[in-house]
């Protein structure tokens, strides 16, 4: 378990290189209904990896539906972990989703940042510790900066900035980000609000084919004023359960996305097909 710092940038990137592929022929990316939460894997050719793996933590009306698609999870392949922020249901996702994390490299966050979820992060590290997974913790130095990108800029991660923004907190603010970049682009922000997004002016200087909405459709920042509208249909993806209290994606959400050119699916709306499929190349 390690902790990069921003001087260690070249480290880090030396070592995922030697994970992540450089080039890739096939690119894919499922989105899954997993509820409540985030739940992505990507394929590059044989190669796969999670963004996020979560798994709802409220009851919900189509548990059935949403068990079927942890189903299809477990039976899944990854490498890599790519950990947004440490919230409880990316928690009870790598606890409960896929017994095959021994030896894959978690990228996440440093823990420490937050104020709450903490112990259970520590405890859940320790046991896949144990079992041979590999953690790359990533300090707060990297805010508003790249993370992570492969060769082929194929695969961009960045990282948020710890602050309290249109009532989304630090915790989620503070998170990593995802950026898909094939035929065409996709971006994956996990619970990170667009305003924090937007302090990196390179996040949304590509119009993207692709995007979940992130914090599951809820208020946020304003959407017409970071993200292009795009030239041909775009598809939105919300990541939300049947009782979504305040995260939901309101009629007004609905409609800017719908103005800049994006049609919004949502993963409950998914039933029995279990996830979206997104062919970037």
Known sequence: MYLYKFHDYNKLKNKLDTIFKSRCFKMNCLTYN????????????????????????????????IDNACKEIERLKASVVVLSHWDLDHILGITLNNPNFDRCVFIAPRFNDIKSRWVSAIRMCAVLKIRGADFCLISKEFENSIVYETPSKEVTIWKGKAIVMNNINAKNNFGLILKLQGNDSMLLPGDCDYDVMNMNPNIFATTYSHIVIPHHGSVMGNVLSVLKKNSKSGI?????????????????LVQNYTSLNYKVKNTKDLMESKKYRVKLR
């Open 236 to 252: 939105a993806y919300v990541c939300q359960g049947e009782k979504t209290g305040n995260f939901k994606a309101d009629s007004n």
């Open 34 to 65: 997993v509820g409540q939460a985030n739940c992505n894997y990507v394929k590059l050719d044989d190669f796969g990896f999670f963004f996020d793996i979560g798994l709802t933590n409220k009851n919900d009306p189509n548990k059935n539906h």
